[in-house]
Nanobody, 123 residues
Framework: VQLQASGGGLVQAGGSLRLSCAAS????????IGWFRRAPGKEREFVAT????????YYADSVKGRFTSSRDNARNTGYLQMNSLKPEDTAVYYC?????????????????WGQGTQVTVSS
């Protein structure tokens, strides 16, 4: 399975971006999707997850109410809609997938990773 993340860019605080995670090789509907980010000088951190079984989503407290994870299995693509962006959201964002995840906040639970896309939020 290959993942292609896209949609990052430079945006002013309060703005929005939508990240995409296009999968090839296997149907995305067979996988849980996770979103992570790594800010400069920081560890990679969990952002959101989208469960394959029922589409339930979970979010880090820092993004809850501002970010929305979704998927379009027909397009084999996952999305992360990011609204009300803040400078502290600046990071490289990654999508990752795995067939079934118990501890979805742990990067080690995910098998396949995209290459990352840079999001920069200016104040």
């Amino acid at each position: 399975v290959q993942l292609q993340a896209s949609g990052g860019g430079l945006v002013q605080a309060g703005g929005s971006l939508r990240l995409s995670c296009a999968a090839s090789g296997r149907p995305l509907g067979s996988y849980d999707i996770g979103w992570f980010r790594r800010a400069p000088g920081k560890e990679r951190e969990f952002v959101a997850t989208d469960k394959r079984t029922d589409g339930t989503t979970y979010y880090a407290d820092s993004v809850k109410g501002r970010f929305t994870s979704s998927r379009d299995n027909a397009r084999n693509t996952g999305y992360l809609q990011m609204n009300s962006l803040k400078p502290e959201d600046t990071a490289v964002y990654y999508c990752a997938i795995s067939p079934q995840i118990r501890h979805f906040t742990l990067p080690s639970q995910y098998i396949y990773w995209g290459q990352g896309t840079q999001v920069t939020v200016s104040s």
